[in-house]
């Protein structure tokens, strides 16, 4: 039990630190880039990125971080491994948050973006931007904070693991 306790907090903090990392890029370096592109372009940028970011790699990032969390904190319950649980518990709260602010705002919006469809079809590119982008990117930064803190919350929980093990 102890190996698979510590195999899955490892888990958690890898999948936890590639999908901060996915949010942190784009809240630091895409969406600034894309932010001085004209409407066209964003749009379709993003269009793009929403239609190949569902993958494989993704979903065992992104969905990885919750299940290894989870089950981190279910195997943590118990013995010496329990110094850790504290830490894992506050790092799946906060990844709850990035799975929240990703359902509630930042899919519908990606979702309105894939109804506008071909964007050479689209009549008004400024205002179906303006309807995305500056809320798309507020909830990103609110994603890229929380996935990061729950990532050092892991990354902690480690270090405390490590220090209470047999």
């Known amino acids: 039990m102890g190996l ?3 195999v899955s907090l490892l888990a958690a903090t890898l999948t936890t630190g590639l999908t901060a990392g996915l949010f942190a890029a784009f809240a630091y370096a895409v969406m600034p880039g894309l932010g001085r592109a ?19 790699w993704f979903a065992v990032c992104f969905g990885g971080a ?3 969390t989870v089950l981190a904190a279910g195997l943590h319950l118990s013995g010496d491994r329990r110094a850790a649980l504290p830490w ?33 079809g689209v009549t008004d590119l400024a205002a ?4 995305f982008e500056a809320t798309w ?8 904070v929380a996935s990061t803190g729950a990532f050092g919350l892991l ?3 480690l270090v405390v693991a490590g220090r209470h093990s047999g």
């Open 38 to 56: 004209d409407d066209r372009t964003l749009v379709l940028a993003m269009q793009r990125i929403n239609e190949s970011i569902l993958n494989g």
């Open 66 to 68: 919750l299940l290894f």
């Open 137 to 144: 990117v507020r909830a990103n930064v609110v994603r890229a």
């Open 88 to 120: 894992v518990v506050a790092a799946l709260l906060l990844y709850l948050v990035v799975l929240g602010v990703t359902g509630v705002v930042n899919v519908p919006l990606n979702n309105v973006l894939a109804r506008a469809g071909d964007v050479d």
């Open 128 to 131: 179906l931007r303006e309807r």
């Open 4 to 6: 698979l306790s510590t």
């Open 155 to 157: 990354a902690w929980a």
